[in-house]
């Protein structure tokens, strides 16, 4: 039996990964145990997890797995700071104590942490192999086209290339500084969210507005060819050189200075979204149309950052040049930790690959699953009230009543999702046929922008009566963005025709009003009930009570915090938001029936948003 540890750290949403004879058996991302999110320090809490869960010491480790190189990584940030000399020597000064103190020395690091017990060698990947490799090896494809997008690995920005078997050949690739996952958080910052966190607000954002400032993007910041590469006009961008992502000549050609964060949007505000959206769009579109073109493959994996935009990728499918399309569910930098182990397994080691249906992901519940005691132990600390059902047919009965009734329930239950979806084990579910429900939840429990859309969760079979999306496809991730479909949609007044920005919500658009976005789009998860039988039976009992197979399910966290992982986690997002009700495994608890805890009232004061 081989043994791999991936691991990821340092930069953004640090992770640990573990895999056996390439069976993956567990994931998980550190800012679930430290409740930071995006945590990037040394995933400790992590990689402790995914030990106990192969249940093995570090003693029986074939190799530990790094999922970028360090030296390479510091060669582009020495040559870029003296390409700006003198004005990227600040920035490279300021970087340096973390570069020197960890990041240059991860083996140190990694034999640190393990005490110097590890009778294994550490293996090196670079970041975009650890990406492509995650999304072409747990894949169901023998053979397929990899595009991998984000901001910066050591430095590539943009990969391609292909999977056979176990090996994966890349192609060609875009380098920094022209980077498309730059380009998109410049924008991200100049809307005033946060950068690497606030990206899928301003694709939220962009159906609000009209793409006017796209030509004026195309003409003055980005000059990009039919092939899909591109270069950027780094006169509007700081990143090389500063802290900031973008200059006084961004600020400039748009005639305003950046927003301040949570202050008020404005239709300028949802016209940049949309235009940055519109051509993050282009590029990614005529990538994979050069990649299908160049490879000839009609299967295609994903991942890095930017596969995270399933607005885009929805765009991939719709356009039918590819006739599969996988993305891996951790796309970002945790998803890294996975690749790397995978990529040493089958490119370095040589290991024969076996294909397994419908993907070797596990539906991404590879985190950590509690015990009843545990649960108790929990519920009891807080005097918590419940009832516990004696089977998951009632308790899924039960959970189902209570989605019908218009109640907004918090499932704990399973094993926690690696990535930064929730896909019904840490998620709030509440009716999809509620036209109020999208405004409640983002305000009274979210505590976020209402303009913020909700993904629904589809029994698998149903989906084509709901969504207009290719017969047989599947979006087990919520990765993919399609239209809703016609039969579902409703008529708009003129009045609602009319409506501009914001006030496109007051529209009821569908027969469920709660997951249909502004431009009648929908972020779809497809339920299997083979991968997950207890979230399908939820949903086929609310459909068995309503007619309807859709409901609503977004991540169970609070504003500013990761999704929750363990029972006292979850208890306590419950009791601090106006959720109703509370499932953890088969213990049901109802809001009124419960005490106060302390800090509920000072978070419901500190969130209170209009």
Same mark, same amino acid.
């Given at each position: 039996m081989t043994y791999l540890l991936g691991i990821s750290a340092y930069y953004h949403d640090s992770a640990a990964a573990i895999i056996k004879d390439g069976e993956i058996l567990a994931a998980a991302q550190e800012e679930r145990f430290t409740r930071i999110k995006h945590d990037s320090n040394f995933p400790v809490n992590a990689i402790e997890y995914c030990l106990k869960e192969a249940g093995i010491t570090p003693e029986k480790l074939d190799g530990v797995v790094y999922y970028e190189k360090p030296f390479l990584k510091f060669e582009r940030i020495l040559e870029t700071a003296l390409a700006y000399v003198p004005f990227g020597m600040m920035s490279f000064i300021n970087a340096m104590p973390v570069w020197l103190n960890k990041k240059l020395f991860i083996p140190k690091q990694i034999d640190k942490h393990f005490n110097k017990k590890l009778n294994c060698p550490i293996y090196f990947t670079t970041h975009h192999e650890a990406h492509c490799a995650s999304a072409f090896y747990p894949s169901a494809f023998k053979e397929a086209a990899i595009i991998c997008l984000d901001g910066?690995?050591?430095?590539?920005?943009?990969?391609?290339g292909y999977g056979r078997g176990n090996k994966i050949e890349i192609k060609q690739k875009i380098e920094f500084p022209h980077s498309l996952g730059m380009l998109y958080s410049a924008f991200t910052g100049f809307l005033g969210f946060k950068v690497n966190s606030g990206e899928y607000k301003v694709m939220g954002l962009a159906p609000y507005g009209e793409p006017v400032y796209k030509n004026l993007i195309l003409e003055k910041m980005i000059d990009i060819k039919e092939d899909g590469s591109f270069r950027l006009n780094m006169e509007y961008f700081g990143y090389c050189n500063t802290d900031y992502m973008f200059t006084k000549k961004f600020s400039d050609l748009f005639g305003r200075k950046p927003r301040k964060p949570e202050s008020r949007l404005s239709r300028y505000d949802m016209d940049i979204a949309a235009s940055i959206q519109a051509v993050t769009e282009e590029i990614i579109l005529k990538i994979a149309d050069y990649v299908y073109k160049k490879t000839g493959l009609h299967n295609l994996c994903l991942a890095g950052g930017c596969a995270l935009n399933c607005v885009s990728n929805g765009n991939i499918l719709k356009n039918g040049k590819f006739d599969n399309i996988w993305i891996q569910p951790a796309s970002?930098?945790?998803?890294?930790?996975?690749?790397?182990?995978?990529?040493?397994?089958?490119?370095?080691?040589?290991?024969?690959?076996?294909?397994?249906?419908p993907d070797s992901q596990k539906g991404s519940l590879l985190?950590?699953?509690?015990?009843?005691?545990?649960?108790?132990?929990?519920l009891n600390k807080f005097n918590a009230k419940y009832k516990k059902y004696n089977s998951e047919e009632v308790v899924t009965k039960v959970i189902a009543r209570y989605l019908a009734k218009g109640k907004s329930v918090g499932h704990f239950a399973g094993r926690m999702e690696f990535g930064p979806r929730a896909l019904g084990n840490r998620s709030i579910l509440a009716d999809s046929r509620s036209r109020y429900m999208q405004k409640n939840l983002n305000l009274a429990i979210k505590k976020r922008e209402s303009f913020r859309p909700f993904a629904p969760s589809c029994l698998e079979e149903d989906v084509e009566k709901f969504f207009d999306i290719k017969q047989g496809k599947k979006s087990p991730y919520m990765l993919l963005?399609? +239209?809703?479909?016609? =039969?579902?949609?409703?008529?708009?007044s003129k009045e609602d025709k009319n409506l501009k920005g914001l006030n496109k919500l007051k529209a009821c658009r569908s027969k469920i009003p709660a997951v249909t976005h502004v431009n009648y789009s929908a972020r779809i998860q497809t339920v299997s009930k083979e991968?997950? +039988?207890?979230?399908? =039976?939820?949903i086929n009992e609310f459909k068995r009570l309503t007619d309807c197979s859709v409901i609503v399910n977004t991540s169970f966290n609070i504003r500013g915090e990761p999704i929750v992982n363990t029972p006292e986690n979850a208890y306590k997002c419950f009791m601090f938001t106006d959720l109703d009700v509370l499932v953890i495994e088969n213990y049901v608890l109802v809001k009124e029936e419960q005490d106060k805890i302390e800090g509920s009232e000072q978070y419901q004061k500190q969130f209170k948003l209009d």
């Open positions: 910066v690995g050591e430095w590539d920005t943009v990969t391609w970002g930098d945790s998803g890294g930790a996975l690749g790397a182990a995978l990529a040493v397994y089958y490119k370095a080691l040589d290991n024969k690959r076996n294909i397994i249906l985190g950590p699953k509690y015990s009843e005691e545990e649960i108790l132990e929990a963005t399609q +239209p809703i479909s016609e =039969n579902m949609r409703l008529e708009l991968v997950n +039988p207890r979230y399908w =039976n939820i």
